[in-house]
């Protein structure tokens, strides 16, 4: 499993490489994990994201919020999985052949986020950086800070870190 946590990572970076800025501008470049979720493009940082993987085997935790999928053990490691799309918009997404999980490890948390798809590493000109989306879903608002401007797409920079943050995503019980 572990093999395939990192395989899947190399894939994604040999896909984003085809839109590789020249290394001369490495100090203007921006690199993330690129993914879609609600019909919308989003980007990572790269060290937020731990690894991405299928979508796992899992056993389902009652008593838990809709949004949380269950536990899986992943290497011996248990992580809790969560439909992204579901804890934002209160919608549940479809399930897709395209699903991936993205991995977040940060600080003591371990947890599998559930998106649409992965669209791979992508790079972006720190030039094409704007710190306010004034058309936002303000659910993502506190999610997202500012988005890239590329090739006539807005990708919102989701930070993992500010969702891990939030006491309404840790607490992922029903409360009677």
């Not at 690199?31 to 493009?41: H, K, L, N």
């Not at 720190?126 to 590329?150: I, M, R, T, V, W």
Request: aromatic share 14%; charged share 15%.
């Amino acid at each position: 499993m572990a093999a395939n946590g990192f395989i899947e990572l190399l894939r994604l970076s040999k896909r984003g490489n085809k839109n590789y800025a020249s290394t001369e501008n490495e100090v203007n470049r921006w690199s993330g994990i690129a993914f879609e979720m609600m019909g919308q493009y989003f980007v990572a940082p790269l060290g937020e994201v731990s690894e991405v993987i299928y979508p796992p085997k899992y056993t389902y935790v009652p008593n838990t919020q809709p949004w949380v999928v269950g536990l899986s053990n992943i290497r011996g490691r248990l992580l809790s999985v969560s439909d992204l799309a579901h804890y934002i918009s209160g919608q549940k997404s479809q399930n897709t052949r395209t699903q991936k999980v993205m991995c977040i490890s940060h600080n003591d948390h371990y947890v599998g986020l559930v998106v649409d798809q992965v669209l791979g590493i992508q790079h972006f000109n720190k030039k094409s950086f704007f710190s306010k989306h004034p058309s936002l879903d303000k659910n993502l608002q506190e999610y997202c800070q500012g988005y890239f401007q590329q090739h006539n797409q807005q990708w919102n920079v989701f930070l993992f870190s500010q969702l891990l943050k939030n006491p309404k995503y840790l607490n992922a019980s029903i409360n009677f």
